[in-house]
């Protein structure tokens, strides 16, 4: 089974609203990290947010925030007040303590912000 | 500002020859660094974990022996690919931890004619 699942290969987001980015997780650790990533077309990964399996609070980091469903397993990213710096890949990576080497990624989402 | 530094960002060499890739932490120690490879449009596949002062683990299917890891320092990991072939044209893109996030260089674009 996959690890990371996101089954948004692509979507498009009208400039100023709000977009949310799926991305659903499997795993039997009761340990583990979830992460998004920004890749720009310059080939960067850029970290966005964070969450830990047994914070207790959805984290935010400015327009950033990861929508988290514990008993879903899901992690989705929630970007507000869309920009046309955004349009960009999305990739949602997971780490599970018992292999902390592990680092799993999803198949992306490419997002595209329309003026 | 980036706290992990890869250098070069861009590569064209010929085939046969080999290409050494650098990837260093800059405000932190990393006792370890993880190598990925990534295909257009693809996710990132990770290839080899560095450690430092040791030999580097690598993931099943890669080839040891073809892509050298050196992890000498606790702020720098390099990436050799040895008697490079055109199918190993990639991007490829270093890793390292602080904590419990995992910061990425910039990446290579490495063209083999």
């Known amino acids: 089974a996959q690890k990371i699942t996101q089954t948004q290969p692509g979507m498009f987001v009208q400039e100023k609203e709000a977009v949310t980015l799926d991305c659903t997780y499997d795993?039997?650790?009761?340990?583990?990290?979830l992460f998004w990533y920004k890749q720009p077309s310059s080939g960067e990964m850029i970290f966005l947010i964070y969450?830990?399996?047994?914070?207790?609070q959805n984290a935010t980091e400015g327009r950033y925030s990861l929508n988290f469903q514990k008993a879903r397993k899901s992690a989705n990213l929630v970007i507000s007040a869309s920009q046309l710096g955004d349009s960009a890949m999305y990739f949602c990576a997971m780490r599970e303590w018992t292999d902390f080497n592990k680092f799993y990624f999803g198949s992306g989402t490419k997002l595209n912000v329309k003026p | 500002g980036a706290v992990v530094s890869q250098h070069p960002s861009r590569v064209i060499c010929k085939s046969g020859t080999s290409v050494k890739i650098e990837c260093r932490s800059l405000?932190?120690?990393?006792?370890?660094m993880f190598w990925y490879r990534q295909f257009p449009k693809k996710s990132l596949m990770l290839m080899a974990t560095s450690n430092e002062g040791s030999k580097a683990t690598y993931e099943q299917g890669v080839e040891k022996d073809k892509f050298l890891i050196n992890h000498a320092s606790l702020t720098l990991s390099t990436l050799t690919v040895t008697s490079a072939h055109p199918e190993d044209s990639s991007f490829y893109i270093c890793?390292?931890?602080?904590?419990?996030?995992?910061?990425f260089g910039s990446g290579t674009q490495l063209s083999v004619l």
């Open positions: 969450q830990g399996s047994y914070d207790q």
């Open positions: 795993t039997s650790d009761p340990s583990y990290g």
């Open positions: 405000d932190f120690q990393a006792t370890t």
């Open positions: 890793s390292a931890g602080s904590n419990e996030k995992l910061f």
